[in-house]
Structure formats: structure tokens, C-alpha cells
């Protein structure tokens, strides 16, 4: 059996297209680095989107782990400035609200939940047959893990916390295998100020 951390990303600056991590941000990735070090992390994956990527390097400095993207961890939507912010969150409610709604990303929230499932599941097996026991941490998005939970747990399972208000910064939801263990957990964050973004 293979654990597998879902890594909320940091807190990102409040710019369209790819924003890096804010100075609050680098601070909650290098306590998340210290974390997976300490729970003895042994592959680390990461979406390519530059906040995931940033949350991601500290880990990987922190454990000695090479960062593995995956394009499938990818969020459900990412706001370009193509559209204005209140379009872009009248869209994602939606998509929360419709699970069958495609948004603009062409994808619906039952389609990236699956996206994830086959992802975390495919993930497990290569840490697994690369013979490397222990934890895997997967950086993602909090609209792709609220998705992956809904498809695996139901609606009614998922804090309605995360499904209002999204998955706080660096927040750690744990699965064994595809099984839910923990959700959205950011107790070893106690000395930093929640965030969500």
C-alpha cells in the first residue's frame, strides 16, 4: 500500500495567469518542506504550475527528492485575465454547484475528479514498483483535491468548508492508496496564519 500526501500549494500572489508564492507562501513551504521531511516523504510529484512548482522545491531541497510534474494535477481552472475575476468566479461556482458543468478548461468537475483518481492511482503504482516504501507527496490544487474527494467519498463527505471557501494553504489531505485518511490537515502549521488562495 502506498500513502500518498496531497500538498495544497502555498498562498500565490492574487495575479492572473501563472503567480508565484507570496512571502507568507515561502513561509508555509518551507514548514510543509520540514513536515514531509520528518514524515519521511520518498517521491515527490508536483503539478507545473508555477505556485505548485514553488511549494514543491522547498520539499524537494528539504528531502533530497527529485520533483516529478504531472500535467494531470493540474487545477480545474486557472484565471488568465482573459476574463474578468468575477466571470471567472461566477464559472468555477458553477462547476462547483454542477459537476457535469465543462468550464472554459473544457473539463467538468467529474472529469478532473476521474483526471485525479487515475493520476493518484498510476502515481502509487510507479513509487511502488520503483521500489521506493514510504510516503509519496503530490502538490496540487485545491479545486482538483475538493474534485478527487467528491469523487471519491461523495458530496456529503466533503467539509462544506472546502467546498465554499477551497482547500487552506498548504493543507495536507491523506489518502492510503484511494482510501481517504485525512482531510485538508494543516496542524503542523500552528505557528503561521491560515490562508486560503
Known sequence: MTVLHLVQ????KREPGD?????LGRRQA????EWARQAGVRALF???????RETAQPIAFRTGLLVREDVRLRERM???GDQSIEEFLAQWATAVRDRDFVTSSGESSRDIGERMRACLAELAGLAGSAGQPGPV???????ATVDLLRTLIGDRAVPAELMDQGVPSCAITTLD????VEIASVSYLTSLPPSTA
Open 46 to 52: 508536483s503539478s507545473p504550475l508555477r505556485r505548485a
Open 177 to 180: 492508496q484511494l482510501s481517504v
Open 19 to 23: 503567480p508565484g508564492l507570496t512571502e
Open 9 to 12: 500549494h502555498a498562498e500565490k
Open 30 to 33: 518551507a514548514a510543509t518542506a
Open 137 to 143: 507527496a503530490v502538490v496540487t490544487h485545491g479545486g
Open 78 to 80: 486557472n484565471w488568465d
